[in-house]
């Protein structure tokens, strides 16, 4: 049983995590239709998938929730499909849209923000936010409780650290000392804002103003004005959303290529997730060269007489340069692994293969999902 299909069976929530590009997004996709597959009901909550990935999961007609990929899908790819599949693409904007709505204190200023200029251009785009809504919809899909198990894609930040940190950067800046400052003069009294005499808030507003024009301010100074009236439910829920990751319901998977800047960054990220608690489920390889078999060492004289012998015979000799140039790629694959190899225990490692086609439709998925849960255990 590889790692993957021991957690795929036991947890509630599995977070595919890695640097950008690795293969979560396929690897989080193939998990959760091979869940479903068996018995399962699924949800699988991806984050900008290829369009073809997205097509045959049915995702282009979605809302902001998980809904079913037809039966019929499966049955034309000839999948046997015993549970059921959701899919949902997440959406930052209208996820901060629904987060806006429920922490509000009133309905009036969940208006006033949803329809201040900055919040509406920044709400999907602000640095942190896709991480913070993606948590966020993961922990709304698990207390609603509908799902056997969800399966989370993570968003391509450049490092994939940033995503662990996301909820906390998100309330320590809405706890800085900088945006006091600024929303200082339009603290909110008796439902509305008004500009509080105060010097040297003053003095440095006038500052910012020269710098930005006195509309952006006043736009951003409204919204964050508005948003700390839910600062406290932001809080609360990244405490919530960061039990959820930490409990025994939930594991990630840690997903790389054998590439030495990807398989830098995965080391890091599993000592990381040691130190914050988080538990390490699988550690998957995408993308490796196999290794065919043992080295075919031939003296530099056979070769020579090959290259210059008959055309089979020049051939051969092609083949075994070929041969050769390949197991170079596959011992340059090992040497980069070998520094996860000291850290991550054996019965952990999975890996999938570079496969001949892209993993962009439902068989694709299929077979990575092979490799996942029935491929050959690490020797
Ligand atoms: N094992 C594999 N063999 C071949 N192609 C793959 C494999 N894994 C992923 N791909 C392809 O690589 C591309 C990037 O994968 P994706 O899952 O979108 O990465 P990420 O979500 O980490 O950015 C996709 O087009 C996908 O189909
Ligand atoms: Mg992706």
């Known amino acids: 049983m590889s790692a993957v299909s021991e957690i795929a069976a036991r947890k509630e929530v599995i977070v595919c995590a890695g640097a950008g590009g690795v293969g979560k997004t396929t690897v989080a996709a193939a998990v959760g239709l091979r869940a479903a597959a068996e018995g399962k009901k699924v949800a699988v909550l991806t984050i900008d998938p290829a369009r ?18 037809s039966p019929r899908r499966f049955s034309s790819a000839g999948i046997d499909m015993r549970g059921e599949l959701y899919a949902m693409m997440l959406d930052t904007k209208s996820t901060f849209d629904e987060v806006v709505m429920r922490y509000a204190p009133s309905d009036e200023q969940a208006e006033t923000i949803l329809a201040n200029r900055l919040y509406r251009n920044i709400a999907g785009t602000l640095s942190g936010t896709q991480e913070y809504m993606a948590m966020e919809k993961l922990y709304e899909l698990h207390a609603a409780g509908g799902y056997d198990l969800i399966v989370i894609d993570t968003p391509p930040t450049r490092n994939a650290l940033d995503f662990l940190d996301a909820p906390r950067r998100m309330t ?108 390490f489920g699988a550690l998957v390889v995408n993308r490796v060269h196999p290794r065919l078999g043992d080295p075919i060492a031939v003296r530099p004289r056979v070769l020579q007489r090959l290259e210059r012998g008959d055309g089979e015979e020049r051939l051969l000799a092609k083949l075994l340069d070929n041969y050769e140039a390949f197991m170079r790629v596959v011992s340059l694959e090992e040497k980069n692994l070998a520094a996860l190899a000291r850290r991550v225990p054996k ?33």
């Open 52 to 69: 073809r990935l997205a097509t045959s999961l049915g995702l282009k007609e979605l809302g902001n929730d998980p809904s079913r990929v």
């Open 172 to 279: 320590d800046f809405l706890d800085s000392r900088v945006l006091k400052w600024l929303i200082l003069p339009y603290t909110r009294a008796g439902g509305g804002i008004f500009r509080m005499a105060n010097a040297a808030a003053t003095t440095f507003l006038r500052v910012v103003k020269r710098i930005v024009g006195s509309e952006v301010l006043q736009d951003t100074a409204e919204f964050f004005a508005n948003l700390q009236g839910m600062y406290d439910g932001f809080k609360q829920r990244a405490r919530e959303v960061a039990q959820l990751l930490q409990s025994d319901a939930t594991s990630f998977i840690v997903v790389t290529s054998p590439a030495a800047d990807s398989v830098a960054e995965a080391t890091f990220f599993s000592s990381r997730l040691n130190e914050a608690g988080l538990p």
């Open 347 to 379: 019965h952990c490692w999975v890996r999938v293969p570079y496969l001949e086609r892209e993993a962009v439709d439902l068989p694709g998925l299929w077979a990575v999902s092979e490799q996942l849960f029935d491929g050959p255990a690490d020797a």
